[in-house]
């Protein structure tokens, strides 16, 4: 069984800032990308940024220069480091990891992490 638990969220006003960390476990063979998404009311889940197990990163155009994500593959965790926040980042932020379980043989499934509410006062 894997597991992905998120922490960090909360309330803080816009220019603040929000460090997001999730870290998984179980029974983990190898983990590839991780990545943040988020869902705000009424609208669809969307990403937010990824890392890859290499290190390469990408991150949507609303956010980039404002948020960072890192990784530390021994502690199989990944950050999300939000600066500069806004109102309009105010949604529920999922973990998602794809991982290669050790009881899956060779498939790798996404996992997901049960959701953290990050709310932006304007």
């Known amino acids: 069984q894997v597991q992905l638990v998120e922490s960090g969220g909360g309330l803080v006003q816009a220019g603040g800032s929000l460090r997001l960390s999730c870290a998984a476990s179980?029974?983990?063979?190898?983990?590839?990308?991780m990545g943040w998404y988020r869902q705000a009311p009424g609208k669809q889940r969307e990403v937010v940024a990824v890392i890859t197990n290499g290190g390469s990163t990408n991150y949507a155009d609303s956010v980039k220069g404002r948020f960072t994500i890192s990784r530390d593959n021994a502690k199989n965790t990944v950050l999300l480091q939000m600066n500069s926040l806004k109102p309009e980042d105010t949604a529920v932020y999922y973990c998602?990891?794809?991982?290669?379980?050790?009881?899956?043989?060779?498939?790798?499934?996404?996992?997901w992490g049960q959701g953290t509410q990050v709310t932006v006062s304007s």
């Open positions: 998602n990891a794809a991982i290669r379980s050790s009881l899956s043989g060779t498939k790798t499934y996404a996992y």
């Open positions: 179980g029974s983990i063979f190898s983990i590839n990308n």
